[in-house]
Structure formats: C-alpha cells, structure tokens
C-alpha cells in the first residue's frame, strides 16, 4: 500500500501540481494520460506528419517536420504551453518576450542541459559545449567564440567557388 502511494505521488501527483500552478498562471496545455503523459499525442502527430509528406519531399522548415506536434499545439494552446512525458512536464515557450523574462530572471546554471540525459549521450557528445553546463560551457564558448567571428566566417566568392567546381 506504501508502495502504490509513493508511486502515485510521484508520477502523478507531483506532475499534476506543476501542471496546475502553471494554469493558475494562464499556461495551458494537452491533457496528459497515465503514465505517459503526452507521448501518444506524440506519437500520433508524427505518423499524421509521415502520411502527409511524400518519401522524397524536401522540407525545408525542419521544425514542422521533426516535432510536428509541437507545431499543434502551439497552434491551439499558443506560443507558452506545457506538455509531459512520462512524470516530466515542460514548459514550452517561443515567444521571444517570455524567453527574454526567463532567461533574464533566472540564473545561467539553472538553465543548462538536463542531467538525466547526459549519461544516455555522455557516449556521443562526450563533455563537449553541446552537453556541458555552467563553467565547463562558458570555458568551451569562450575557446571558440573567436571562430565566428565575421572575418572568419566569410562566404564563398564567386570566384572561390567557380574554382571549387571545377576541381569536382
């Protein structure tokens, strides 16, 4: 009995108190299910995504392609909406005022990279700036920050390109 109340506390009990303080504050989002939360809604909005595209179609807004259920719910809830998976509930946001609140109200080591998943990627990405956090990432950016700088990155002249072609 302990042990079915521990589990119900923290896959759905928590999550719902997020979820319900986030609409006390006008952020809606999909209804989740137990215990998956929104991964059939997910699911779903990715095989319609597949059926409507043709196997040799170029798409060229990536974002509607990958996660076309973000593009459906932003759709119906608006640019700030939660969603979860499993006993996890995000908060999405793609309104550049509300990033700019959140990203000046909040510190830069709270915002980093999830932890849980840097085991999973640790074997891919290693330590790099694409999964470090806090001073291991701001060493990283400042090491190449200077590569992008605009004389660094200049795009091909004509003539510099002609001379790539013709080497093809």
């Not at 137990?34 to 170029?58: H, I």
């Not at 807004?61 to 719910?73: G, L, M, Q």
């Not at 709270?110 to 840097?118: I, V």
């Amino acid at each position: 009995c302990a042990l079915a109340l521990y589990l119900y506390r923290i896959l759905w009990l928590a999550p719902e108190t997020v979820r319900r303080a986030l609409r006390r504050q006008g952020v809606r989002g999909p209804p989740p299910s137990f215990p998956y939360g929104n991964l059939a809604d997910m699911r779903q909005a990715a095989a319609a995504a597949k059926r409507t595209r043709g196997a040799g179609d170029v798409v060229h807004d990536y974002r509607s392609a990958v996660f076309p259920f973000y593009e459906k719910w932003r759709n119906e809830y608006g640019p700030v909406f939660t969603y979860s998976v499993g006993n996890m509930v995000f908060l999405h946001a793609s309104d550049p005022a509300v990033v700019r609140d959140v990203c000046l109200s909040v510190s830069p080591d709270e915002l980093g990279k999830s932890s849980y998943m840097k085991v999973t990627h640790h074997p891919l990405f290693g330590d790099g700036i694409l999964k470090s956090n806090g001073d291991a990432w701001a060493r990283q950016r400042k090491l190449i920050a200077p590569e992008f700088f605009p004389d660094k990155v200049k795009v091909p002249t004509p003539t510099s390109s002609s001379h790539i072609l013709r080497t093809l």
